[in-house]
């Protein structure tokens, strides 16, 4: 996770560290390789400049360049500035008030909504809750048999969709159902496709107009970058998302739309999936990202 731009920074602030002092020039210059350092670890153009002139502004106009650890200090400018930038603090799901709670993966076909939706169902029941699974993807072969097992194998109950019902039919229904059942907690595994589609936009509103969603949660392939990031704002635009879920951070080692998601859709990371058992989903926390990126 973040190996390129972590092994990219080191080397930015080692050089920045080598100085008894620093001058201007010195903090432009490392600026402008932290800024090729981002561009190739694909965070979003924009939010590239605005973290540079952020932390130049701080580092120049402050006591950096008197200070006994300049170079120290320039690192502490960024790991806060990276802080902020992934979203400040963790954000925790809604799953105070109305019961019961129902949380909406969205996302585009391959992103891993269906593994997510297991592992999401599987933490909530560590934390005590009733999750109750729904499948509502009627349209990729086995993904109904999918979620099966998966919640088979985290001991969560699935509700019984078949492939011959409406999404929101199944929506409906599992909500009723779950209203007046044991659970406490509704997840709808959604349809994706390869591409953003309005049908696919149309079913998912109907969703989301049907039942009343807690939680629409974008999941995201975090390997895809800048596209990702793309396609959130989409979904974020037509549906109004409350969060994004990156899957497969494990194997990115850029980081490019885990930098940027936040800054470019206004809505916060609240998990990562790390891997594809289902206890690989982690809650996204900002600080301890911003330490693991420098290293
Ligand atoms: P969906 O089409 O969005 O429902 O995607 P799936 O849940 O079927 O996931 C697609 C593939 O991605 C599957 O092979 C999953 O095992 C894999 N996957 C999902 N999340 C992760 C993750 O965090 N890490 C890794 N390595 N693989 C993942």
């Known amino acids: 996770m973040f190996e390129n731009l972590t092994d990219r920074l080191e080397g930015v602030f080692k050089k920045l560290r080598g100085h008894g002092r620093l001058t201007e020039e010195n903090i432009q210059e490392a600026m402008g390789e932290v800024r090729k350092a981002l561009l190739e670890a694909d965070v979003n153009f924009g939010?590239?400049?605005?973290f540079i002139a952020a932390v130049a502004d701080k580092a120049i106009g402050r006591e950096v360049l008197t200070s006994l650890s300049p170079g120290q200090q320039v690192v502490k400018i960024v790991h806060d500035e990276l802080v902020a930038l992934?979203?400040?603090?963790a954000e925790p799901l809604k799953l105070d008030g109305r019961q019961p709670v129902t949380i909406m993966l969205a996302g585009l076909q391959g992103s891993g909504k269906t593994t997510t939706a297991a592992k999401l169902a599987r933490l909530l029941k560590e934390k005590g809750r009733a999750p109750l699974l729904v499948p509502a993807d009627?349209?990729?072969?086995?993904a109904i048999e999918?979620?099966?097992?998966l919640g088979g194998q985290v001991g969560v109950p699935v509700f019984a969709s078949t492939a011959e019902q409406k999404p929101v039919?199944?929506?409906?229904?599992?909500?009723?159902?779950?209203?007046?059942?044991?659970?406490?907690?509704?997840?709808?595994d959604t349809a994706g496709r390869l591409h953003v589609d309005d049908e696919l936009m149309v079913e998912l509103r109907e969703i989301s107009q049907a039942v009343p969603l807690s939680e629409i949660l974008f999941v995201a392939d975090a390997m895809t970058g800048q596209d990702a990031v793309t396609v959130a704002e989409k979904f974020n635009a037509d549906l109004e998302i409350t969060g994004v879920i990156l899957t497969k951070m494990e194997g990115d080692a850029r980081g490019g739309a885990a930098l940027s998601v936040k800054k470019v859709t206004g809505k916060p990371i609240?998990?990562?999936?790390v891997g594809e058992s289902v206890d690989a989903l982690e809650v996204f926390h900002p600080d301890r990202t911003a330490s693991r990126i420098l290293g």
């Open 47 to 50: 939010v590239v400049k605005e």
């Open 138 to 142: 009627v349209y990729r072969p086995a």
């Open 86 to 89: 992934l979203g400040s603090q």
């Open 169 to 188: 039919e199944i929506a409906r229904q599992a909500f009723t159902a779950a209203s007046t059942g044991p659970y406490d907690t509704v997840i709808f």
């Open 270 to 273: 609240k998990f990562v999936g």
């Open 146 to 149: 999918q979620l099966q097992v």
